[in-house]
């Protein structure tokens, strides 16, 4: 056993043990944290498989702008643990029949011969020069690029639907405008009047 | 060097003995970058003071002193704060989540230093000279934000979670326009690595920094990065005269300088990056005699100071951001400012080689 192995296997059982801390912690927050944890320990996990590009836009991604709005939600969410559990014995059947079929499929995806050991090796290692992102840029913008822009429009139409969801004129609302805020000058708004001294009385 | 790699090789075997060897020799490394970025992050506390009070035409932090030297009077406060700190209690509130509320701290000083591996000093001095550096950085630094957001619902207090929604939000904004700027700067520069981007700006005098082609990025991160440490005058995550001290008003002793730290240590870590990015890092204004004999270590540090100086020129000039108005900034200024840059950027960039020669910009392509 090297060194790569060994922080292989500590990583492994941080993701793993920290992956079933998502489903099984009572409180919302900690899963959210804890999946936070096992984002992190998978990208150290790419970074063994010299995928760094992939290993720093997850962290970059998910752990940085996703995870961030994620834990957000949850922390606002007024969770009641006893009403959460109301009817879990008589949905149990239900959930339990569609965890085993999910088992099922990876498990047949997984002992295929194309995930064998044979047909994925450790990847071999890199001359110095060699950019993981350049390579992954080039494969993007050829070989996959109408896959490509496909899923980048695919985002940009439920960025759009998502913003036109929540939009709403409401009559009731002040609304300020910034440029005519902006624009104001001193005798828009300012008056000084020249008036004689007054006795006081 | 080698001897030391040969006495862990002959103790440990050959690849222990390298492994064991590597590890020390990197902590040693950091132990070197952290410190003095900690002994700097303390007199930047004492800059901000003495700066803002002669702004404001006081004196400032002036008693004391190390061994009664008179001429040394105020250059000893921030280690006297710093041992005022330790000797505090650390309030833990009854309410409060006590596991995460010890955590928060920690986890926003962590990527403050973790993001420091990347920064290369001068041209070879450098911890870890990776392909990514840009990218890395950009994931250290967003890793920031879950401190705050965990300190704001750790304390179980109302106005600690309003710190912590407002931060939260705010960094999450300010980010994309910050990524957008940088895009700008590899697009320039073809490579993610910080030492790269630095020689790329290269050539005789300033003219060639990054500053002068991508001048509204410049603007646009340096804005962005003083939002994303929260400080004045987009310090509404604290904002103490709304919502007391924001995320961090259930903290105290420690547990608070903590947090201090780490927006200090964010502070110089965003003016650092700045210096590299736009300001030619390691290389000196003009590359003729008197200038380029300085070591380009020095170049950087000030720089950097420059950059500081900025900052704490901010804190003392400008009132604090509405709220509303800071998510205007980002989201309708600086977001379309930035995606319309990098599109003229990639239209230059596309332009036949004898077209680009005429155009102004062939100086910096």
């Not at chain 1, 996990?45 to 997850?58: D, N, V, Y």
């Not at chain 2, 004898?354 to 910096?364: G, I, T």
Request: with cysteine.
């Amino acid at each position: 056993m090297n060194f790569q192995d060994i922080v292989f296997y500590v990583f492994s059982t941080i993701l793993i043990v920290s992956a079933l801390g998502v489903v099984m912690s009572r409180n919302p927050v900690y899963s959210a944290l804890l999946l936070v944890l096992s984002f992190i320990t998978c990208a150290g996990l790419w970074l063994l498989l010299e995928a760094e590009f992939l290993a720093i836009t997850l962290v970059l991604v998910y752990v940085g702008a996703v995870m961030v709005l994620f834990l957000f939600v949850v922390m606002m969410l007024d969770i009641n643990l006893a009403q959460l559990r109301e009817g879990f014995w008589r949905w149990f059947p239900v959930g339990g029949l569609i965890a085993l079929v999910i088992v099922a499929e990876i498990a047949l995806i997984m002992s295929g011969s194309y995930f064998s050991l044979e047909e994925m090796p450790a990847p071999e290692p890199k001359p110095a020069d060699y950019s993981n992102t350049k390579e992954l840029g080039r494969v993007l913008y050829t070989e996959y690029v109408y896959a490509f822009e496909l899923a980048a429009v695919l985002l940009l139409v439920a960025m759009v639907a998502a913003i036109a969801l929540t939009l709403r004129h409401r009559e009731d609302k002040k609304s300020l405008d910034v440029a005519r805020q902006v624009s104001v000058k001193k005798e828009d708004r300012l008056r000084i009047v020249s008036m004689p001294a007054e006795k006081k009385e | 060097m080698e001897s030391i790699q040969q006495l862990f090789e002959q103790f440990f075997g050959l690849e222990w003995g390298f492994m064991l060897f590597t590890l020390v020799k990197n902590l040693a490394y950091i132990i070197a970058i952290a410190v003095p970025l900690l002994l700097g992050v303390a007199y930047l506390t004492f800059a901000e003071r003495k700066i803002i009070a002669y702004m404001q035409i006081r004196v400032g932090p002036n008693r004391v002193t190390f061994f009664g030297i008179p001429w040394l009077r105020g250059w000893g406060q921030p280690i006297a704060d710093a041992v005022k700190a330790l000797m505090k209690e650390i309030v833990i509130p009854t309410g409060a989540n006590k596991f995460l509320f010890i955590m928060a701290p920690i986890l926003t000083i962590m990527p403050a230093l973790a993001a420091w591996a990347v920064v290369p000093f001068s041209a070879e001095l450098v911890l870890a000279d990776i392909n990514a550096g840009l990218l890395y950085i950009l994931a250290m630094t967003s890793m920031g934000i879950y401190g705050v957001i965990i300190a704001g619902w750790a304390s179980n207090s109302k106005y600690a979670f309003l710190g912590a929604m407002r931060s939260a939000a705010q960094v999450v904004s300010y980010e994309l326009a910050m990524g957008f700027a940088l895009v700008c700067v590899l697009m320039m520069s073809q490579s993610l690595n910080l030492g790269d981007i630095v020689n790329g700006q290269q050539g005789g005098s300033m003219l060639n920094w990054y500053l002068i082609p991508l001048f509204p990025m410049f603007l646009v991160y340096f804005i962005s990065g003083v939002a994303e440490t929260n400080r004045a005058p987009f310090d509404v995550a604290e904002g103490e005269s709304e919502i007391v001290a924001g995320f961090h008003v259930d903290y105290s002793g420690m547990a608070f300088t903590v947090f201090f730290l780490a927006e200090y240590a964010n502070m110089i870590l965003v003016a650092t990056l700045t210096a590299i990015m736009f300001l030619g890092g390691w290389l000196p204004p003009l590359d003729i005699a008197p200038f380029n004999m300085i070591p380009g270590f020095i170049w950087l540090l000030l720089k950097i100071a420059f950059l500081l100086f900025f900052f704490l020129w901010f804190r003392a000039t400008f009132p604090r951001y509405r709220y509303d108005q800071i998510m205007r900034l980002g989201w309708k200024v600086f977001i379309p400012i930035t995606l319309i840059w990098i599109v003229v950027l990639g239209l230059i960039m596309q332009l036949p080689e004898s077209v680009r020669n005429d155009f102004p910009y062939h100086l910096w392509f």
